[in-house]
């Protein structure tokens, strides 16, 4: 019996109604801001109604900051780093799930802790690997004389370098090296009946297939959750792209050129322009949440098979 409780249901709707006024009235002002003139958008009068200026803003923020090839390098970013994150965290949370190896727990937990690191202590380290990924090789050959070896017999200097910097490559492989999405799906695929997979066994299923046609079917919802996160997590980077990309003209993405709209101490305050571009960047994000919002939801939530 559900008992009903009207105090609570109105206090619980006006929690929900203020919190979705914090986050709705300041990208309602933006958009208003990105409508105005230079002058209206700087004068004392705070402005709640758009004006008839959007196109011409928008116009001029997506030609100032460059964005053609810009939104190209996010898109290609986000969508890859959202490929890679679905395909790794779903073999890895399968293998921990359903194969006993004595380690995995181990691997588990090791990826797991990985969460609790705050970005700033991993910057460097990533960076480290981003500037050499084969630094780590190159270690132990030299240090095993493995390298000095090699030198003697061919008379050549055995070096390994994997330089990701300015690259697609070093933009998104730290991404999708995370552990968000395998503990996504290891708390799902623990909810898997075991009887589900005797069946798959007394029907002839390997472990290929059973990931393939049982697994993956049934983990939709969580790859549509997973997807948005990621997308998301993906667009809107900008602290890494800003590390390691120094070819701007080719490499760069749109939330970093977003710095040329920001008004200089002496230059004209164009703040529209920058709301302007402002909205540009935040587009496709909003579509692939609005669009993904059913299944966002339900993939984080559900435990049905």
Request: charged share 10%.
């Amino acid at each position: 019996m559900i008992e009903r409780t009207p105090l609570l249901n109105i206090v619980t709707h006006v929690i929900l109604v203020a919190g979705a006024l914090l986050l709705i009235i300041p990208i309602w002002l933006a958009f208003v801001a990105a409508t105005l003139t230079v002058a209206e958008v700087n004068s004392p009068n705070v402005h709640y109604l758009p004006g008839g200026e959007l196109w011409n803003n928008l116009t001029a923020a997506w030609t100032r900051a460059e964005f053609g090839v810009k939104f190209m390098n996010s898109m290609i970013v986000a969508i890859a780093v959202v490929i890679g994150k679905v395909i790794i965290s779903a073999i890895s949370a399968f293998s921990i799930v359903f194969f006993n190896y004595r380690l995995r727990m181990v691997f588990f937990w090791v990826i797991f802790i990985t969460l609790m690191l705050p970005l700033e202590v991993r910057i460097v380290p990533t960076y480290s690997v981003a500037a050499n990924a084969l630094y780590p090789f190159q270690t132990i050959l030299d240090a095993t004389g493995i390298s000095w070896l090699i030198a003697q017999i061919s008379g050549v200097e055995l070096s390994l370098e994997w330089n990701m910097l300015n690259s697609y490559t070093g933009l998104i492989l730290p991404l999708v090296a995370t552990a968000t999405g395998t503990f996504l799906y290891r708390q799902f695929f623990l909810t898997i009946p075991d009887e589900l997979v005797e069946a798959a066994k007394m029907d002839g299923s390997g472990p290929f297939r059973f990931f393939i046609e049982v697994l993956l079917p049934l983990s939709r919802t969580n790859i549509a959750a997973l997807a948005t996160i990621m997308f998301v997590y993906a667009w809107n980077q900008y602290l890494w792209p800003l590390l390691i990309i120094t070819d701007r003209a080719n490499y760069s993405t749109v939330v970093m050129e977003l710095r040329r709209l920001i008004p200089g101490p002496d230059a004209i305050a164009d703040w529209n322009v920058a709301m302007a571009g402002t909205l540009i960047v935040m587009l496709p994000p909003l579509l692939v949440v609005v669009l993904m919002q059913r299944w966002f939801v339900r993939g984080l939530i559900s435990t049905e098979k």
